[in-house]
């Protein structure tokens, strides 16, 4: 038996890595198996160090060329125009016998992420041995009737998070709640770049999707200079900007430069460059505030027990806060409902002020919170 990781678009995502080698150690603690990742982009994850993480790495189009089944399939291609025969050769040689775990824990968040994922579910389910949807949220609007067919199909599905646990509930679908596995991420600490003030630097993040999702004219980054402008006015704080998806076509490097950019001069913003998943993480433990958009830039700072103010465009953002706090008002900014710019900075006020009651605060729960990632690694070994 081997299991078998998919919908991974690539370590350029320091999310998507993140997920890849906290999952991969559960898999292995649980399964006992190898563990082989399906990527979409390969280079990236060695790059970035996950290629000695896996017992082995494929890629859409390796297939073995030599043999009959894929001479014939090639044929069916070629001559019979019929252009799935590859892909479906694919399929069954890497999935056979497999438990099949799906690691993109937003697909569900998406329209266009959640139609590839119910067409490629029901293609892994006719050779896979178990079928395990991981670490997931889920968006009430995106509960069309072909979604929730594809999730009643899963012979385990753990959610990272109550709010997305109440979805699944409310259409019949059962699910175990647990804490997203990326909370058990090792951190690396490398050298502090200068002007990174250890215990005295806000950590931003800022992603090109909150454009998709504002009311406004680049209200959300504007949001972002506000906040920028307070801190260096009212605080004698450092800022640190880092980019957790480098990405080309979705990258937090391009509104991250742009706010250096307004801000070098000051001598008091850095911009970090890109590192490995590991390592960002340790750059964001140091930190004494962090700010940000993406989903597993916030988790390694809950894990280290920086107090956190998320930018959010999806349920996770406000799931995750409302379970380890109880709530997500003051914790969470809604990008969809930003109607000025000065809203983020009012937010960070009340992380400012309440440091103290919120450091206590993670600094209870966080260990706690990890252990229910271990109810994930008991429900994947009942699979077996």
Not at 13 to 41: F, M, P, Y
Not at 181 to 203: D, R, Y
Not at 355 to 372: A, G, R, V
């Amino acid at each position: 038996m081997k299991t078998v990781l998919y919908m991974h678009g690539g370590s350029g995502n320091h999310g998507c890595e993140a997920l890849v080698r906290t999952t991969t150690k559960i898999a292995k603690d649980a399964t006992g198996s190898d563990v082989i990742l399906w990527s979409q982009n390969v280079s990236e994850d060695y790059k970035y160090g996950v290629s000695g993480v896996v017992d082995g790495i494929v890629a859409t189009d390796e297939v073995n060329k030599k043999s009959l089944s894929f001479l014939w399939s090639y044929f069916k291609f070629k001559i019979l125009k019929k252009s799935d025969a590859l892909h479906k050769l694919f399929i069954k040689k890497l999935f056979k016998d497999s438990v099949a775990i799906s690691i993109g824990g937003d697909n569900y968040c998406y329209p266009w992420s959640a139609k590839q994922g119910v067409e490629l579910d029901k293609e892994i389910r006719q050779y896979c041995r178990k079928n395990v949807f991981w670490g997931c949220s889920i968006e009430e609007e995106f509960m069309t009737p072909e979604v929730v067919e594809d999730l009643k199909g899963f012979d385990l599905i753990t959610v990272r998070e109550p709010l997305s646990y109440e979805v699944l509930k409310n259409y019949g679908i059962s699910a175990v709640q647990v804490a997203d596995p990326a909370f058990l991420l090792n951190k690396k600490e490398l050298s502090l770049p200068k002007g990174f003030v250890e215990g005295n630097t806000v950590g931003i993040n800022i992603s090109p999707l909150i454009n998709d999702y504002e009311n406004g004219d680049s209200i959300a980054f504007n949001n972002y200079v506000k906040l920028i402008e307070y801190i260096l006015s009212e605080t004698d704080m450092s800022i640190c900007l880092i980019p957790h998806v480098v990405w080309e076509y979705n990258n937090d490097r391009k509104p991250l430069n742009s706010l250096y950019q307004k801000f070098k001069d000051t001598n008091r913003v850095i911009l970090l460059e890109d590192h490995n998943c590991e390592e960002l993480k340790g750059f964001i433990s140091r930190c004494r505030f962090f700010v940000g958009a993406r989903t597993h830039a916030t988790i390694a700072a809950y894990s280290t027990c920086v107090p956190t103010l998320a930018v959010g465009y999806s349920i996770k953002s406000r799931g995750i806060a409302t379970d380890l706090f109880g709530t997500c008002e003051n914790y969470v900014v809604s990008v969809q409902n930003m109607k000025n710019d000065s809203e983020l900075t009012d937010a960070f006020k009340y992380i400012f002020d309440n440091e103290s009651q919120i450091k206590n605060t993670l600094n209870d729960i966080i260990p706690k919170y990890k252990k229910k990632v271990g109810i994930a690694v008991g429900e994947l070994r009942n699979l077996k």
